[in-house]
């Protein structure tokens, strides 16, 4: 007990203006736990009660935590939704982009990833099981590299490689690669998947390809994503490695929206 005293007091300092703009939204908490109505007290009263409600009942920090995290959730999401209606064309239909499933599917899920990340290697056996069992989904790939050199390679490599018709089973090869991607590794998937690697690195260094990232990093940006894997599912922005059900049900969200 007594260093779960010293622990909270610690916290005290820091927590003090906060819980008490918390303590006022949870107004409706207060008579549950035993403490009173909050009026117009003196700054000392005041201060007093706080401590003493932070002290009596320590998980109030751990709800005002989970409540400003909540709030910020949903400022991020109300501020993707206005990105996402405002950049519909960047984000859906721009041309550099490779495509997969149903070219003309109702439903576009777009992916912000990178050959490096473990949760998009995670998330990608799961996107390809959804490729086969939706026959209206249309996949768009934003390759967005983030992860070192490795993985910008792999990138310039990838968008060179829908040049050779040959993207889709070239993204899969380095999905699946064991350990991170880097020139060496990138050239030998390419060779396996049966790329001419000569005209791929030619290809690598069109202008347009670089644009292309430019274009990729700064609606990311806009969108306020900060890692990958990242999705656009109809109006909804996805954030992370999710599951299949939880992807699916997006998809029939947007379907029947």
Sequence with gaps: ???MRAILWGFVGGWLAVAAWLLLGFADLLPGLG???IGQPSDSSFERRVREALLS?????DEARQRQESLRQQALDASAARVIAARASDIFNDAADPLGGNLDGDVSLVEFFDYNCPYCRK???ILIDIRKEDDGLRLVYKEWP?????SEF???AALAARRQGKYPAFHDALMRADGRVEEASVLDIAAAVGLDVAQLRLDMQAPEIAETLKRNRSLAADL???GTPTFVIGD???RGAAGKETIADLIRQARER
């Design 1 to 3: 007990m007594t260093r």
């Design 35 to 37: 403490v009173a109505q």
């Design 123 to 125: 998330v990608a056996p």
């Design 224 to 226: 306020g994503i900060t």
């Design 146 to 150: 983030i992860l070192g050199p490795g």
């Design 236 to 238: 909804r922005l996805l």
């Design 154 to 156: 792999a990138a310039r």
């Design 57 to 61: 009942n320590p998980q109030i920090l």
